[in-house]
């Protein structure tokens, strides 16, 4: 999965929700449906990159 997949499924949101959604995802895995265990991969990559919906294109 790569950061734009990622940042579909998790939407346009803070790094405060993504976070808290992680953490509570995180508590007991073995209870979460695959469905949540993508939501769990995809917010982890999304608290380590930032939305290419704002990257800026010619700005270095």
Known sequence: ??????????GNSSKGPIRNM???LSMHSWLNTAEENLRLEAGKIC???TNPRYDV???K
Request: without cysteine.
């Open 22 to 24: 992680v953490r509570a």
């Open 1 to 10: 999965m790569n950061r734009t997949e990622a940042w579909k499924i998790i």
């Open 57 to 59: 294109k010619g700005v």
């Open 47 to 49: 608290l380590k990159t």
